[in-house]
């Protein structure tokens, strides 16, 4: 099949990588412009864009998504189908113009954790289970009719980023049968329709959703840690200085102190939630490095005296 594959981050290379390896034709990649990143502003491509530089293939890096010069290079393409892995929203004028229309890469269970970090949120929930689904798209966003879906357990020490990575090489293989679907039904695979009595949101995390709030019970602030962890990260303060947690334990000894407060026992540091303490094992202290907490008590040693 001829197909345009649309991405933006890490997240989608591994199912470009292997479309591209397949005997499907990749006639274009479309992504996001390169812009400034960093402290340096210095001008930095996607993910996919760097993969699909090394790999030689054609990439259209739109402003908009209705230039009309960009509908008229798609249209030349004469797409069988769009792929899309974490990009933007399609107009429809787009994920209707290929032969067998679009489909998309979604990471969760659909209907459940509709929206922009289905990840964060199913950690951030406790959820059990995830997965992904592809589907059909539609003009309301991840709400079409879903071709296949894989599941993966989510367990007690996983975090965000591992269950990104997860899902990412799980992604691949569902992107890749089910194109090979599409291909061998001519465009008409078996559906199944999404009940939106089970839709649950999965909205985009902003700062300001990061801090932590230790007034809860030590399972809730457990999974709010992990299910931020490595990335936005989730952050408490104090004396004005912000402090990213990124890794922690259940002590599983009752908490009488009052939740948020800190304490060192035997080289280790602790904060107080509504039940029970956590272990702080990876902090960041605001401007400096990720580290242990050995290694963050060695520096910090003042400031942590004045939470005994």
């Known amino acids: 099949m001829n197909i345009i594959f649309m991405g933006t981050p890490e997240f989608a290379v591994p199912s470009l990588n292997i479309l591209l390896n397949s005997h499907h034709n990749i006639s274009a990649v479309v992504t996001v412009p390169d812009k400034p990143k960093g402290r340096g502003q210095h001008i930095a491509q996607s993910d996919v864009k760097k993969f699909a530089v090394d790999a030689g293939l054609n990439i259209l890096q739109p402003v908009s998504l209705k230039d009309p010069v960009f509908i008229e ?16 929203i399609l107009p429809k004028n787009i994920f209707k113009l290929p032969k067998y229309g679009s489909i998309n890469l979604h990471a969760s269970l659909l209907p459940k954790y509709r929206g922009a970090a289905p990840i964060n949120w199913a950690v951030i929930n406790g959820e059990r289970e995830t997965g992904v689904t592809t589907f059909f798209l ?26 990104h990575d997860k899902l990412m090489k799980l992604g691949a293989q569902v992107v890749f049968d089910t194109v090979d679907l599409i291909e061998n039904t001519n465009g008409n695979p078996p559906v199944s329709k999404q009940n939106n009595g089970e839709a649950t949101p999965a909205p985009k995390i902003f700062k300001e959703d990061c801090r932590i709030n230790f007034d809860q019970s030590v399972d809730k602030v457990y999974d709010f840690i992990r299910g931020l962890s ?3 990260g989730a952050f408490t303060e104090y004396n004005s200085k912000q402090i990213k947690i990124f890794q922690t334990t259940k002590s599983h000894w009752d908490s009488l102190k009052g939740p948020g407060r800190f304490f060192i026992k035997e080289g280790k540091l602790y904060v107080s939630t509504l039940n029970e303490f956590l272990e702080i094992n990876e902090l960041q202290m605001e401007g400096k490095r990720r580290m242990n907490s050995a290694e963050f008590l060695n520096g910090y040693s003042d400031l942590f005296k004045k939470f005994k």
């Open 230 to 232: 490595p990335y936005p």
């Open 73 to 88: 290079e798609m249209k030349d393409l004469s797409p069988d189908l769009i792929v899309v892995v974490a990009f933007r």
């Open 138 to 163: 539609q003009e309301k966003v991840d709400t079409g009719g879903i071709i296949m879906q894989k599941n993966i357990d989510i367990n007690a020490d996983d975090n965000a980023g591992s269950i």
